[in-house]
């Protein structure tokens, strides 16, 4: 009972690399592999953490079962691609990752327990997971209790900067601000209806938003706010509200099957996203989502986010082809897979750079770590364990992918306890 | 809330709002008819009974490609089809789920809350594993997707219609089929005393059969029809069962008319409020309006005058 | 001599199960597992508190509430705003712009302690708020239902329905309650830091301490003529009241009983865990913990704890190994249960394993099977279904 549990590894066994991906993969991810020999096990693992001479464990936790699995599939995935593609350049320092992947089962306390058990049985060196705000809530504590390392891949919406968490998907304010500003000066946009999911992460990111249209945005407001429970499915009221309020921009965030019904439901009711107004952006619809909707329902919506599948830069078309050799050529890709998939990067370079798998000398290395090999382009970890990054608008296309219409000139500075926002 | 719109404008929302609360009160209808007949006629409480729905959604889902790839020319008529062969799918695994585990459990009502939501767990899985675990994006043909602008201000989306086609049609359907047919006269027969009904040469044991079938049945009907409005995914289901299940107590178990008479008054309550609150608050206050009621009125609002 | 065995507290046999219980509870488990494995149990048998309440709502009263988790999560939240607010400190919380407060509220632009909040400083309080108030809501919800006699299915799907509507609150009030996130980071208890192992070591023999309490009470009901007279409710209500008794009144009783030991058990669960969340107010987590009652056995309170126990350590096993899969296996327990043997574990325990066994020690000059099994696998049958 006490050891119940020997690492499973689905994926691995079953799914070699492509040597062709692989190989092309490889020789853009420098630097090259590095020798275990250099590397003896006791200087590199000081604190006892699952590191043997050829190999180094990490967890994956994300749901598989449960309501969440719909979002989370993808960050598996590209968390295991991005293994795979370490392990055939040879590893981190020289040794090969293996993974332990739990479920988290869509259940908070689910995923304390699991990462409890991540830490404390398996002695992970790393992990990559979580998805839901509520979920790393709910293992922070056990992270920071145990001196764990979490990649986080999630937008999120701030407030938040653990020593023990890197935050390799968006904060509020990167995310939002330079949307909005956006809108508002290519399209004149004036009024903005806020709509959401009834939880932390709209409900802080509209916030944020309502903060900056009424406090740095001249001229404009707000001129509704609404959230409606998770996987409520009848729109029809709030569209006749929008209606009747006219606003120039719909700001919506609502999240996981109430999309779906959103979604089909305003273009039903003959709210045409691609004429001039309402203007719909959203930040909560990645690629990924937009198969579930049908990408007929959401043409012409925008979307404000750091990645876009369509984005056409040699890294990105590389991982996606890599991504697509792995797991099928009917993949999409979104942007919270895409940060997932620099999780294990991050970690890579981090270890590299302190040349330890020490939970703490990864902590020291990893501020001001740089990925130039990063789909989306250049990104590098900030003091803060956020990312720099830039921020773009995509314009939804029948097809489900997004053709980028705008990005930020410069990288933007991750600020989780934005001044003037509270 | 009203300052600074025309009288034109009010009267065009008011309108659009009324038909909002209709589509509402047909999704509700949809939803709640299966189990209408399992629960109010046969005592059975069906947990999978969303996962029936979502099996609708999913057959849906493949008529649409089958005819995408074979023959596109037809496309735009694929959805009749697959609302038949959902109506088939979810009633074949509906009499067999009867056959297999059901039909032992007539007994002890409670128990079949539990072996069903078992089922259902294990239903999730299984569309996980076929279809993956992510939602699938039925596409729905064209000329369903538009809305029909009544006036200059007022339209009207033609899924909404459609749905409340189907909701009537199907209600009266159901009502043909139970109190003008044999087969409707020995459900209640059986519904009133299961014994003396077999006394007198009902075949019970097929007619629990076909009945478990029928509103398994109309719930795949009813997932078929959802993929124009809702999400398609192995949870999705689950998003339907309190409500379901509210609306058919709040009529009053075993009337078809009490039914549609709480999912009619559940959906306009919830309609305007959602109108004037925010979701969320709308949500809990209907919510807690039926339990209220359920609380002073617990047989519901049509109850057959029977002694338990 | 059948009644003198009625009125006793506990039978020679089922001593002995106690027994057998307390040393899986106080020296297996605790010898067998490492404390990580421990804290898991710690937790399982958390939901044993509800099991056990469920049984005799259930098993013994007829009564199936599906919004058992509303109470288990009401004594949750009481025991985590307690801890919440001895966590809040000014200094731990001086990166706010209102220190002192919950980091959620601070996050929800909320700059004072609402009022309800306050009292929770006290422990004494609180500890008293994790029964009361559960008792409290169980009263209100009972007196409505049962003095109108709603029972049977409108019962456990109105109990659904106010699961459902606590989730969609707490998850909308989120400035006061956390929302979705529920109340997380919770540290120590009346400066004891509640994270350690050892801290968590303690707390699971204190679990295990009350839960036995709890069993010991609901043994007593059981035992009583209250709890004969809940089987006769269960199985003929309308002979009950015509005998002149108050049906309603016992129905409210064994309710915010059950609802005491689920808040008792939430308490524990928030302890030992160390948050807590609307994800165990809802609708699921409620079926679920029905399920463990009758996997247990749903007329046995030592089977609802060993059904609880297997149920949870399949569920974590199976996830562990195959995490795409397990729903198929739980899906199938349950099924197979209610279908082959209905009273659960302990009905298997009672009719099919202790007879054989004791024919096997006798040697084929086996004793008759006791008519009743009235051991602590189980009270009496249920003569006909518990719904009308």
Known sequence: MTDSSKPTMPGVSRRAVLAGGAALTASLFAPKGLRAQDFPTAAVNTTGLAVTDDTVTIGILHSVTGTMAISETGSVQAEKLAIEQINAQGGILGRKIEYIQEDGASDWPTFAEKAKKLLVNDKVASVMGCWTSASRKAVLPVFE???????????????????????????????????????????????????????????????????????????????????????HTQFNSVINKIRLRKPDVIYAIVVGGSNVAFYKQLKAAGIDMTEEKPILLTISVTEDEIRGIGGENIEGAYACMK????????????????????????????????????????????????????????????????????????????????????????????????????????????????EGYQ | MFAGYSMGELTAIFAMQGFAGLIL?????????????????????????????????????????????????????????????????????????????????????????????????????????????????????????GSLPLTDMIEVPINGIFVMVLAVGISIAIYVLMFRSGWGRQVRAINQNRVMADAVGINTAWTDRMTFGIGCGVAGVAGSAFTMIGSTGPTAGQQYIVDTFLVVVFGGAGSLLGTIASAFSISQAQSIMEFFLSGSMAKVLTLLVVVGILMLRPQGLFALKLRK | MQTDRKNRFLTREEAVYFAILAAVVFLILPLALDPFRLNLFGKYLTYAFVAIGLVLCWGAGGILSLGQGVFFGLGGYCMAMFLKLEASTPENTAIQSTPGIPD??????????????????????????????????????????????????YFAIITQAIAAILTILIIGQQGFTGGVNGITDLRTLNGWDIRTDEAKTALYFVNGALLFACLFAAQYVRRSKLGRLLIAMRDQEDRVRFSGYDVASFKIFVFCLGAAFAGIGGAMFTLQVGFMSPTLVGIVPSIEMVIFAAVGGRLSILGAVYGTLLVNWAKTTFSESFPELWLLGLGALFIAVVMTFPNGLAGLWSEQIMPRARKLFAGGTARPAPASPDTAAGLTQPRKAAAE
Request: glycine letters at 8%.
């Open chain 3, 104 to 153: 959620f509220m601070d996050w929800n632009q909320i700059t004072a302690l609402p009022w309800w909040w306050e009292p929770f400083h006290s422990l004494f309080f609180s500890l008293l708020a994790v029964v009361v108030v559960p008792v409290v809501f169980a009263f209100i919800v009972g007196v409505a239902m049962f003095r109108r006699r709603v029972g049977g299915v």
């Open chain 2, 25 to 145: 009160f047909s999704v509700f209808v949809l939803m709640a008819l299966g189990l209408a007949i399992i629960f109010g006629q046969m005592g059975v409480i069906n947990m999978a009974h969303g996962e029936f729905m979502i099996l609708g959604a999913y057959v849906t889902y493949l008529v649409s490609h089958v005819f995408a790839d074979i023959m596109p020319a037809l496309f735009s008529m694929y959805f009749f089809v697959a609302m038949a062969l959902a109506f088939v799918a979810a009633g074949a695994l509906g009499m067999f789920v009867e056959w297999a585990m059901i039909c032992h459990l007539y007994k002890r009502p409670l128990d079949t809350l539990l072996a069903t939501w078992g089922l259902s767990l294990i239903l999730q899985q299984l569309y996980r594993s076929i279809f993956g675990a992510r939602e699938v994006g039925v596409t729905i043909p064209d000329w369903m997707m």
């Open chain 1, 145 to 231: 209790q145990y001196n764990g390392f979490l990649y986080y891949p999630t937008f999120y919406e701030g407030l938040e900067q653990s020593p023990n968490v890197i935050y390799t998907g968006q904060e509020a304010t990167q995310q939002i601000i330079a949307g909005l500003d956006w809108v508002n000066q290519t399209k004149g946009a004036k009024t903005f209806y806020l709509l959401g999911s009834d939880y932390i992460w709209p409900r802080t990111s509209n916030k944020i938003a309502r903060k900056h249209i009424e406090n740095f945005m001249e001229g404009c407001e707000v001129v509704g706010e609404e959230y409606y429970p998770l996987g």
């Open chain 1, 307 to 418: 990645y876009f599948q369509s984005l056409e830069n040699d890294n990105n078309l590389e991982f996606v082809k890599a991504f697509k050799e792995m797991w099928g050529d009917d993949m999409v890709i979104g942007d919270v897979t895409q940060a997932a998939y620099l999780g294990p990067w991050l970690w890579k370079a981090a270890v590299e750079k302190a040349g330890s798998f020490d939970v703490d000398k990864v902590r020291e290395a990893s501020p001001g770590i740089e990925l130039t090999s990063a789909p989306e382009g250049y990104v590098k970890v900030h003091e803060n364990h956020h990312l720099w990054s830039k921020t773009r608008v995509g314009r939804a296309k029948a097809d489900g992918q997004y053709e980028v219409v705008y990005e930020t000139a410069d990288l933007v500075e991750p600020d989780p306890f934005p």
